[in-house]
């Protein structure tokens, strides 16, 4: 899947924040739901696992993951996507927000551990 616009970016050791930008016709929300479109799951752990894999030399992969979904993510959005890596259990910890407002937070196994 391709990642959406990166508006800014910042790093500082094993954490890193994206800003990105969710037009209304960008690719992932087509089909997903046609009355109203929203981000799904698997894309919002996809752009975790790839921009993981930029940041710190990772597969770019979930070989395992949990999320907590707590708001929907509309088309015409701005987000923030917070990244903290756990490199002794090979974990990426998460966190979409729109200003203060977490619309969806969870881990994913990164494959540096076992």
Known sequence: MSLPAILNSSTAGDEA????????DFEAFRGHFPSR???????????????????????????????KFRNVISPGTRLTLALRLDRPKGRIHFEYRVGEQIMSSGRIVAGLSE
């Open 17 to 24: 924040t994206y800003e990105l930008s969710l037009p209304g």
């Open 37 to 67: 479109p929203i981000l799904p799951g698997v894309t919002q752990i996809d752009w975790v696992a790839q921009l993981a894999a930029r940041q710190w030399t990772l597969p770019p992969i979930a070989r395992d993951f949990q999320v």
